[in-house]
């Protein structure tokens, strides 16, 4: 299956400041782009998308941020809270298309 | 809304069986669901695509005579993995999409399969 099987990178940070977490994706076709939340032993949570005609959507704590030049996407979570730590991933697909493939995800540790 | 449900949540079996998980959407129709598979510490890779009332199509390397895959129903889809070995121990995720106007899947909350 299509997807990158790496070992999770970490980012820690402190709680209450500001978290950054990036993904960079691969098909230049892909024109959708979604956060996904996942906790430990749980499905993926939908966290915030963002379509290619957009380089910015903001949603409650959450900012996603779309470079197409540069194949780049993050997603920045504001005041980030214990409660954030968690698995995050990004996903690219089209619209009108069924697939959505996996980026290799980042592990949030919030340090109380 | 958009609830999507996965029965068992967690199955331990002896290799060569075969184990059926079920992958239900609850409030809405599916009209199609993806099944991933998930090991460790790793992303989710999907394995197929199914649309009700035709065959899934696999990804590359999936193989389709292990993994069953029967989406008899807009809100059912189920993955039998036949003659389960150690090495298919995975947390398998299902997701469905279908609500009119949305990009987004819904996910289920994951089966976790243990083959001893």
């Known amino acids: 299956g299509e997807s990158v099987g790496l070992h999770l990178p970490t980012l820690s940070v402190q709680e209450g400041d500001n978290s950054i977490i990036n993904c960079a994706y691969s098909?230049?076709?892909?024109?959708?782009f979604i956060w996904y939340k996942q906790e430990s032993g749980k499905g993926p949570q939908f966290i915030i998308d963002?379509?290619?005609?957009?380089d910015k959507r903001q949603g409650q704590r959450v900012t996603v941020l779309l470079n197409k030049t540069v194949k780049h996407l993050s997603l920045q979570i504001a005041a980030t809270q214990p409660g954030d730590s968690a698995v995050y991933f990004c996903?690219?697909?089209?619209?009108?298309?069924?697939?959505?493939?996996f980026g290799a995800g980042t592990r949030l540790f919030v340090k109380a | 809304g958009a609830v999507v449900s996965q029965h068992p949540s967690w199955v331990i079996c002896k290799s060569g069986t075969s184990v059926k998980i079920e992958c239900r959407s609850l409030?809405?129709?599916?009209?199609?669901m993806f099944w991933y598979r998930q090991f460790p510490k790793q992303s989710l890779m999907l394995m197929a695509t199914?649309?009700?009332?035709?065959?899934?199509?696999?990804e590359q390397g999936v193989e389709k005579d292990k993994f069953l895959i029967n989406h008899a129903s807009l809100t059912l889809s189920t993955l039998t993995v036949t003659s389960a070995h150690p090495e298919d121990s995975s947390f398998y995720i299902c997701?469905?999409?279908?609500?009119?106007?949305?990009?987004?899947?819904?996910f289920g909350p994951g089966t976790r399969l243990t083959v001893l």
């Open positions: 409030d809405f129709q599916a009209t199609t």
């Open positions: 199914s649309n009700e009332g035709s065959k899934a199509t696999y």
């Open positions: 963002i379509r290619s005609n957009m």
């Open positions: 996903a690219e697909g089209y619209t009108g298309g069924f697939k959505t493939i």
């Open positions: 098909n230049s076709a892909s024109d959708y």
């Open positions: 997701s469905a999409k279908g609500l009119a106007g949305r990009n987004e899947q819904f």
